[in-house]
């Protein structure tokens, strides 16, 4: 397996690395609106059938083959269960235990498993300052997760169960995330095998609300039709084919970085339209987050390299 060569500081996986991060960090209030009348797995099941809609239609746009052969359309089956029915629906009944936010922060430990099953199957190298940034992150991780824990006053059992099923989430993810890093997933055309995923997934999430819910159930407003269409388009159909694309640049545990940064952006959402109060275990846990970052991603310093009694300093290339 080929290691994945580019940075993350490079301007072409810093973009699409810092939008998918924007956005994903603003879902996490949008989720909380659908949680009321219609039962979650509903509203996950709407959110990717939009995101599947948009997908085919972006992908006729771009006049692309819409038929993949077995081999690649079981691949998306594969991909869409564990990304958009697993992972959703794990994180969609979470909320129903413990507070956005804690999921949110619980979901940052995402960095964890990509990284482990990055190297197990993928070859990905990992780096000493890696894992002394992540190492970093994951303590800020922790102090923002005791912040959130003690903010909502929530029973044990509730934290117990909301916790196992955002671990659930995390790890379904990460599977997927991993899947997208492999020799096969880079061959097939990102944007109709992401639109084949959504689809299997939408339809998988279909089957499972049925089962267990009844028919489907929808909430006539326009807050909660916006809200899944927010989701559908914006914070699936657009995010998605960016952040696979930083896993097929940079590896999935670089991109996991996302995941750290997503709750610190999801509190100052949540500062401007909540009247969320930070408070100084949030504050110190968000800034020694972001040292981890730092020292994760930074580039070492280029060697001399010496011919003769010339010296020369050689570029680094992204």
């Known amino acids: 397996m080929t290691a994945p060569s580019a940075s993350l500081l490079s301007p072409?996986?810093?973009?699409?690395?810092?939008?998918?991060?924007?956005?994903?960090?603003s879902t996490w209030i949008v989720i909380k609106g659908q949680l009321g009348i219609v039962p979650p797995s509903w509203s996950v099941t709407y959110r990717f059938a939009v995101a599947a809609a948009a997908m085919f239609a972006f992908a006729v746009v771009r006049r692309e083959r819409l038929t993949p052969g077995p081999r690649a359309l079981a691949f998306a089956a594969m991909l869409g269960v564990a990304q958009f029915a697993f992972n959703f629906n794990f994180v969609y009944r979470a909320e129903q235990h413990i507070?956005?936010?804690?999921?949110?922060?619980?979901?940052?430990?995402?960095?964890?498993?990509?990284?482990?099953?990055?190297?197990?199957?993928?070859?990905t190298p990992i780096e000493v300052r890696f894992?002394?940034?992540?190492?970093?992150?994951?303590?800020?991780?922790?102090?923002?997760?005791?912040?959130?824990?003690?903010?909502?006053?929530?029973?044990?059992?509730?934290?117990?169960?909301?916790?196992?099923?955002?671990?659930?989430?995390?790890?379904?993810?990460?599977?997927s995330n991993v899947m997208q890093g492999t020799h096969f997933a880079r061959?097939?055309?990102?944007?109709?095998?992401i639109a084949w995923a959504m689809l299997f997934g939408a339809l998988a999430d279909g089957a499972f609300a049925w089962i267990t819910t009844g028919p489907p159930q929808i909430e006539a407003t326009p807050a909660y039709i916006g809200g899944v269409l927010y989701l559908g388009v914006i914070a699936s159909a657009v995010t998605?084919?960016?952040?696979f694309g930083v896993i097929r640049a940079v590896?999935?545990?670089?991109?996991?970085?996302?995941?750290?940064?997503?709750?610190?952006?999801?509190?100052?959402?949540?500062?401007?339209?909540?009247?969320?109060?930070?408070a100084p275990l949030s504050i110190a846990g968000g800034a020694v987050a972001?040292?981890?970052?730092?020292?994760?991603?930074?580039?070492?310093?280029?060697?001399?390299?010496?011919?003769?009694?010339?010296?020369?300093?050689p570029v680094e290339s992204d």
Request: aromatic residues 8%; glycine residues 10%; without cysteine.
């Open 12 to 25: 072409r996986v810093l973009l699409p690395f810092a939008l998918v991060t924007l956005i994903w960090g």
């Open 99 to 123: 507070t956005s936010g804690l999921v949110a922060v619980l979901f940052a430990l995402l960095i964890v498993p990509n990284t482990l099953l990055g190297r197990l199957f993928l070859r």
């Open 131 to 175: 894992l002394a940034g992540a190492g970093i992150a994951i303590v800020g991780v922790a102090m923002m997760i005791l912040h959130e824990y003690h903010a909502a006053a929530l029973d044990a059992h509730a934290v117990l169960i909301g916790t196992a099923l955002t671990l659930s989430g995390v790890l379904s993810a990460s599977i």
């Open 187 to 193: 061959a097939q055309s990102m944007i109709v095998m």
């Open 240 to 243: 998605f084919p960016l952040y």
């Open 251 to 278: 590896g999935p545990g670089q991109a996991a970085w996302s995941s750290v940064l997503i709750p610190i952006i999801a509190m100052g959402f949540s500062t401007a339209l909540e009247g969320y109060h930070w």
């Open 290 to 313: 972001l040292v981890g970052l730092v020292i994760a991603v930074a580039k070492r310093p280029a060697k001399p390299s010496v011919s003769g009694n010339m010296v020369s300093m």
